[in-house]
């Protein structure tokens, strides 16, 4: 039984990492609409709202920021804040979003997967309410993996242990309890994604050792339930559920092997390593997450690249230091950089693999334009607006192709200030996306009890 039990919890963890759900395969055809597909990339230590303000603001809009008076200003003939030049050539596609708040959160150092869910959250499972938002986008656009989740974990504590290249529990949950699990490494992500269409002897034949198994445990867990009473019969019944789970999914995945090996990412060496740098780790996973979207293996990629624990290396004029994020947050100069300026730094780094995923989707053809005709992705931070956030404003950049069903792109949006007259809140915004890709839901996410305006509903002037 233990040995059985320990292969089962590494298989799940592993399994988890690629969702256990069973959704159908969405096959494009040459008729077909193809399906739209979001990208969740979130980093730690805050985002601050003053550095998403164009510089180019005349006076009369720099007093209504800084009063954080409700306003919308079309970014054409504004200029971009420094650390966003990366992204000059998809400004028709950029919205900046400031003014949403998420005091229903977790906030402070951490969110773990508050900032998704809307939910207050910690490291234990008791806490997962529900999906979070990028489950139920998935479940939308339903795919072979339903939904793949990458992270730079931090190096000790957290959720990593300090296994950053490991499998491990994520910043997205599947479901109430029910946490997501995260690929740390290019590496693992390579062994374990690309496991069944690899052309290595070993690799099949581990594969192959792993499929009959996993038959095996079905049969041995599915009888095993039938033993037992209540709640230790559910647990080994749903050990069973997602035994078979794993088993349909990689049916459908060897169904198209031959399109899944047409776009394997062709990594250097250098991303294989265990002792890669940060900015390497990223651009490695940046790799990853492309793949899996242009094979058509998931329509939703959620990608953590940094959390406040994450030991940074390889930082563009910083290369020899290893900077500590908690550090930064409290205003530590490192390498004859203030506080603020390695703030830029990290984030003009975030925005050269936010330029890679938007070209490479834009040079992809698919119906009468491109993949990225059909992708949103999101930029925020996981716990709001500060390194010892309080919620009140969580800033997101967006960038939408031309199918996106949410009207925003070229501006500049400043919500209403938390506490006044139509004032929106995360949950709001999330409602926004459910509503327009096909969840009327009337509310996702709950509510900040110390709100007294209407919380409830989508952002409607965001809706086509």
């Known amino acids: 039984m233990s040995s059985r039990r320990t292969f089962l919890a590494r298989t799940l ?22 399906p739209m597909r979001f990208i969740f990339m979130h980093k730690g230590n805050g985002l601050i709202p003053d550095s ?62 508050s900032s998704l869910g809307v939910f207050k959250a910690n490291e234990r499972l008791s806490s997962i309410r529900w999906a979070t938002v990028d489950f139920e986008l998935a479940r939308l656009f339903p795919s072979p993996f339903e939904h793949i989740e990458l992270a730079c974990f931090p190096g000790s504590g957290g959720n990593s242990r300090g296994n ?56 041995e867990e599915e009888g095993l339930a039938q033993g037992l009473r209540g709640a230790e019969r559910t647990k080994v019944a749903n050990y069973a559920d997602a035994i078979q789970d794993i088993r349909g999914r990689n049916r459908r995945i060897e169904a198209m092997r031959e399109v ?4 394997i990412p062709l990594l250097d060496e250098k991303y294989l390593s265990e002792n890669l740098s940060t900015v390497d780790r990223q651009f490695g996973l940046t790799e990853i997450l492309l793949s899996t979207l242009i094979s058509g293996m998931t329509n939703v990629v959620t990608f953590t690249v940094d959390e406040l624990g994450t030991s ?13 994020l908690h550090d930064v947050g409290h205003n530590k100069s490192i390498g004859g950089f203030d506080s603020l300026q390695i703030r830029e730094k990290v984030r003009w780094q975030h925005m050269t693999l936010v330029d890679r995923i938007v070209t490479r989707l834009k040079n992809v053809p698919e119906g009468d334009g491109c993949m990225f005709d059909n992708t949103m992705l999101f930029y925020f931070s ?20 031309d199918n996106a069903r949410i009207d925003i792109s070229r501006r500049y949006i400043r919500l209403p200030e938390y506490g006044q007259a139509g004032h929106k809140t995360l949950g709001n915004w999330y409602t926004t996306l459910l509503n ?28 086509r």
Request: glycine fraction near 8%.
């Open 52 to 113: 998403l303000v164009p510089p180019s603001f005349d006076k009369e809009q720099r007093e209504a920021e800084a009063r954080k008076e409700a306003f919308e200003i079309d970014l054409d003939g504004h200029d971009l804040p420094q650390w966003m030049n990366p992204l000059a050539s998809h400004r028709n596609n950029l919205a900046i979003l400031q003014g949403l708040s998420g005091k229903m959160c977790t906030t402070g150092h951490h969110t773990w997967c």
């Open 312 to 324: 940074y290396t390889g930082l563009s004029g910083l290369e020899g230091d290893n900077i500590n």
């Open 260 to 263: 899944i090996r047409k776009h």
């Open 436 to 463: 327009a890709h096909g969840n009327s839901i009337d509310h996702y996410g709950a509510l900040d009890v110390a709100l007294t305006i209407d919380q409830k509903g989508p952002i409607e002037h965001f809706l």
């Open 382 to 401: 996981d716990n709001g607006e500060t390194h010892h956030s309080k919620g009140t404003e969580w800033p997101f950049l967006v960038l939408a192709g």
């Open 164 to 219: 950053i290249n490991g499998i491990e529990k994520g910043f997205s949950a599947r479901g109430a309890q029910q946490p997501n699990y995260a690929f740390g490494s290019p590496r693992v992500a390579m062994q374990e994604l690309f496991k069944s269409v690899t052309t290595k002897k070993t690799d099949q034949n581990r594969y192959e050792l792993e499929r009959n198994m996993l038959e095996f445990l079905a049969a």
């Open 13 to 34: 963890a592993s399994a988890a990492a690629m969702s256990l759900s069973t959704p159908q395969l969405f096959a494009t055809s040459a008729t077909s609409k193809p």
